[in-house]
């Protein structure tokens, strides 16, 4: 039976107990965050990728001097922002 061959039905949640209801949902939750944390990736990989590799093949089998620094610089301010805005996102939580 293949994933999409899965389908829960309303009625066998019901038969669920809130414990197992509760671990359910954060089940969820978390595949959601790893799902969304997996397209994140994804999206900064393309566009680093774009703009700092400079040539149109990899000739020597690894990337030059500058396109690792751009590599490295472009995710260090990928992840520079993306922890600005959840420190963000909190102190906007905190205050109401």
Do not use: P, Y
Not at 24 to 46: C, K, P, Y
Not at 72 to 82: H, I, Q
Request: a negative charge.
């Amino acid at each position: 039976m293949s994933s999409s061959d899965f389908s829960i039905e309303q009625s066998d949640l019901e038969k669920l107990s809130d414990k197992d209801k509760t671990e359910l949902r954060q089940f969820f939750a978390n595949e959601e965050q790893r799902s969304r944390i997996q397209s994140q990736t994804h999206e900064l990989t393309g566009i680093c990728w774009k703009k700092c590799i400079t040539s149109s093949t990899i000739k020597s089998g690894a990337l030059d001097k500058g396109e690792q620094n751009c590599l490295a610089n472009c995710v260090d301010r990928f992840m520079d922002a993306n922890l600005a805005t959840m420190k963000h996102l909190a102190s906007m939580r905190q205050q109401h």
